[in-house]
């Protein structure tokens, strides 16, 4: 069985960085729920021991594991299922190859709601601000209608994204050497996946698939000669299940904005707590055929 998590590739035969260039592959981010009726299972490997943590999601118990992944539970809404997160630093800290544990949870049943592909580029060139360049000439090919950029002297790594970070599906370029305070050629280029495409990023990998071959169906950057060099793949798509409704819509670009400007102004968060609450008790009503009543 395969400890090592991090996926190595071949070096590539470029020129412009110091050093030998060299391209890595990890998940960053995996997150998804058991649903009611399916059994919390994870590899026998993983540690059992665990201790209380602040539930988040709505959720009502949290349990930190010695790995650092954590469960969400409601004894008392098991409609919500089992939520189960390994985030960053407990992504990088798996004693057990994140392939295999794709399969496991793909077996057990689990419902994956986000997946963070990172692609670590390191002595090839690859700078996030040609990105932001290349965006604002028009030249990235991507379906996305927004790029923000983040460059923040308190928060240092200068960022690129393509796409929301609200959205499915999200890319983002950065310097990974500044954000960890070294001085080196190193950019992360990191896919975030959620829901449906979640689902289908997690079974691309466990078939084989390159994260760079999901990340340019995405947004590629067809005149940016160290891009191509380095994402020289077949691209692989991420489809979503279905298409927003007009509701739907309405909701993320709407209402979600002008409730995030309440609870700011007021910096009330026990407000959003309240109303994801709210929420999640009409869909206890709706479930068992009632109505919402208000």
């Given amino acids: ?38 059994a919390v299972s994870v590899p026998d490997i993983l540690p059992s021991k665990f201790v209380e943590c602040r ?37 990088d800290d798996c004693p057990i190859d994140h392939i295999w544990l794709l399969n496991h949870l793909i077996q057990a049943g689990f419902s994956f709601t986000q997946l963070d592909m990172a692609i670590d580029v390191i002595n090839c060139n690859l700078r996030p601000q040609k990105a932001t360049e290349e965006i604002k000439l028009g030249r990235c090919k991507t379906r996305a209608r927004k790029a923000p950029r983040r460059d923040d002297a308190m928060e240092p790594g200068y960022t690129q994204y393509v796409g929301k970070k609200t ?27 959620r829901h449906a495409r979640a689902d289908h990023a997690a079974r691309q990998i466990v078939s084989g698939t390159d994260f760079r071959a999901m990340a340019v169906a995405f947004a590629d950057f067809p005149a940016w000669r160290e891009w191509q060099a380095i994402m020289d793949v077949m691209p692989v798509k991420l489809p979503s299940e279905r298409h927003e409704t007009n509701t739907e819509r309405w909701l993320l670009e709407q209402c979600a904005p002008a409730l995030a400007r309440v609870i700011y102004f007021a910096s009330n968060t ?23 009543v208000h």
């Avoid at 035969?13 to 890595?24: E, R």
């Fill in 167 to 193: 959205s499915e599906i999200f890319l983002k370029l950065y310097d990974k050497a500044e954000e960890m305070g070294i001085v080196a050629d190193h950019t992360r280029i990191e896919l975030t996946a």
């Fill in 270 to 292: 026990e407000f959003y707590e309240r109303f994801k609450e709210t929420v999640m008790n009409d869909l206890e009503q709706l479930s068992n055929g009632g109505r919402t």
């Fill in 55 to 91: 539930p988040f999601k709505s959720y009502a118990v949290g349990s930190l594991y010695e790995d650092g992944r954590i469960l969400l539970t409601h004894p008392d809404r098991p409609e919500m299922g089992s939520h189960l997160i390994w985030q960053g630093q407990a992504c």
């Fill in 1 to 38: 069985m395969a400890t090592n998590s991090r996926q190595k590739m071949t070096p590539l035969a470029l020129t412009g960085g110091s050093g030998t260039p060299i391209l890595s592959q990890k998940l960053h981010w995996i997150e998804g729920t058991f649903k009611k009726g399916n």
